[in-house]
């Protein structure tokens, strides 16, 4: 079936370094959403990609839409202790009547 | 890894109407479950957290006695949408935790979308 593989699982950085995780489907996507999830909270929806190629900005966070909408990133750039959580990316599925979950992305800020 | 499933995946029903979604671990025991309530190009809504062989603690303003939620065992937890109406139509989402820890991991069904007509 279809399948969001998404890696890394963890990423260890230093305060000010960047970050990025990724998100790669077996089939083609009619749009891509991505979540942050706090430690104890729950997944809050920080933006969907619809376009091929499309990028978007949310301040140090920039979103990636592959061309072949299979693929997609999100870098955040000097990371910040704010910023620790886990990011998901997830996709409509084969009836469209489902969302995919990639694994996530635990970033952890290195003391 | 860890799955999580849920069925329907879809399900349309008329006004008035009982839907039962059905939230399984397939292979690791879950001991707290969570349902969601998503709307198009919106954050996941926490509605309840559900813990095994307890009642099921609900977020402020959703009502336990229209969203019943049952957790029977480690591996199913399951919400009834009893006499739905148009305005429960949305996109059903739970999760599992490993563990029994608040930061414990998340894994996430597929969702179940209602459409009560």
């Known amino acids: 079936g279809q399948q969001v593989m998404q890696i890394p699982q963890y990423q260890h950085v230093q305060e000010g370094e960047d970050f990025t995780t990724y998100c790669n489907s077996s089939t083609t996507l009619s749009n891509i959403q991505w979540y942050k999830q706090r430690p104890g909270g729950h997944p809050v929806f920080l933006i969907q990609l619809v376009k091929s190629g499309e990028v978007k900005k949310q301040k140090r966070l920039t979103f990636q839409f592959g061309e072949a909408k299979k693929n997609s990133s999100l870098h955040i750039t000097a990371t910040q202790t704010t910023d620790v959580g886990t990011y998901f990316c997830?996709?409509?599925?084969?009836?469209?009547?489902?969302?995919?979950w990639g694994a996530g992305t635990k970033l952890i800020i290195k003391p | 890894g860890a799955v999580v499933s849920q069925h329907p995946s879809r399900v349309i029903c008329k006004s008035g109407t009982s839907v039962k979604i059905e939230c399984r671990s397939l292979d690791f025991q879950a001991t707290t479950m969570f349902w969601y309530r998503q709307f198009p190009k919106q954050s996941l809504m926490l509605m309840a957290t559900s813990n095994e062989g307890s009642k099921a603690t609900y977020e402020q303003g959703v009502e336990k006695d229209k969203f019943l939620i049952n957790h029977a065992s480690l591996t199913l937890s399951t919400l009834t949408v009893t006499s739905a109406h148009p305005e429960d139509s949305s996109f059903y989402i739970c999760?599992?935790?490993?563990?029994?820890?608040?930061?414990?991991?998340?894994?996430f069904g597929p969702g179940t979308r209602l459409t009560v007509l």
């Open positions: 999760s599992a935790r490993v563990g029994t820890s608040g930061r414990g991991e998340q894994f």
């Open positions: 997830a996709g409509p599925g084969d009836s469209n009547y489902q969302l995919i």
